[in-house]
């Protein structure tokens, strides 16, 4: 297991962190997803390093953006 953390920018609140989450998880090879709203925080531990780029993706498929 790997676990990589980005820092997402634009989420206010629950729904925020479900669509962010609901993205993230259908990348394939994620175990699980934290997302810490306060911080914009998004933690991901997956079977293997994820690509940056389909993280990013997901995220803005989602509304929001990976701070840089």
Partial sequence: MTEH???VTGMTCDHCVA???EEITELD???AVAVDLRTGAVTVRSAAPLDDA???AAVAEAGYAVAA
């Fill in 5 to 7: 953390t980005w820092t």
């Fill in 19 to 21: 669509s962010v989450t």
């Fill in 54 to 56: 389909a993280v990013r």
């Fill in 29 to 31: 090879g994620v175990a």
